[in-house]
């Protein structure tokens, strides 16, 4: 591959991450970047988790150095989602991934709705017993949806863990990110059995990725909660229009 388109994946993926620390969907750009510099879609779904790795770990790793990170149940939320992660790789043609679209695109139109009109929910934290076996089973289905197709999670998993188990915006981004670089280490080491991860990528995608999420993570704290929240519904709204209606 020629410098130039290096350097033109290195820029995507660097600003991807970043902005993808604050409020996730960084698959939604680098993917589709990776198909026009002229990968196949299977070969770009499975290069792009380099970045996706990069990303979650040098995320996880700022919002850990800033104590953002519920580590009892991200714990509990990496290991049911690892799971699902698995089945939802060896299961993905038995499953039609239209439906899933548009079950994804309904339901974050229903949560995108409830946050806009519960304005305090995901800015402050609440101190919530959260049911640890609903915890679970969502997690069990994020990782299963990761398997399955994987762009988009982190806006879903940023979106439900703040509606529903009263997390804030922050830590919700927080945990997801730390979940999720399990998940993507998972969904890489499958691509790349199946032959499908271009490597000689792998270093400058990997360390923009890095580099562009733990800054992004360490500007997400500096704006806070009410800023990052409006740019989370604002892209949960257009992903979920492109997964309903495109």
């Not at 799971?83 to 991934?97: K, M, P």
């Amino acid at each position: 591959m020629e410098p130039i388109s290096i350097l033109i994946i290195v820029v995507v993926f660097f600003t991807a991450s970043f902005f993808g620390s604050l409020i996730g969907g960084g698959g939604l750009i680098t993917v589709p970047t990776l198909i026009f510099m002229g990968l196949s879609p299977h070969m770009a779904l499975g290069t792009g988790k380099i970045g996706a790795v990069g990303n979650t770990s040098g995320a996880a790793l700022g919002y850990g150095l800033q104590k953002k990170i519920d580590y009892k149940m991200g714990f509990i939320f990496m290991v049911f989602a690892a799971t699902g992660a698995i089945f939802g790789a060896f299961t993905v043609l038995s499953i039609s991934e239209e439906i899933v679209k548009k079950i994804i695109g309904f339901v974050m139109v229903l949560i995108s709705l409830y946050l806009l009109l519960k304005k305090d929910t995901g800015k402050n934290t609440e101190k919530a017993k959260r049911n640890v076996a609903v915890f679970a089973l969502f997690a069990l289905a994020s990782g299963l949806y990761s398997g399955f197709y994987g762009p988009g999670i982190g806006i879903i998993n940023r979106l439900v863990l703040s509606a529903v188990f009263s997390y804030t915006i922050i830590n919700s981004a927080a945990l997801s990110t730390f979940s999720n670089t399990v998940t993507n280490l998972i969904s890489l080491i499958i691509f790349s059995l199946l032959g499908a991860v271009q490597f000689v990528l792998f270093i400058p995608i990997i360390l923009s990725s890095f580099v562009g999420a733990y800054l992004g993570s360490k500007y997400a704290v500096k704006i806070g909660n009410v800023n990052v929240k409006r740019l989370l519904l604002g892209v949960a709204v257009i992903m979920a229009i492109k997964l309903l209606f495109f």
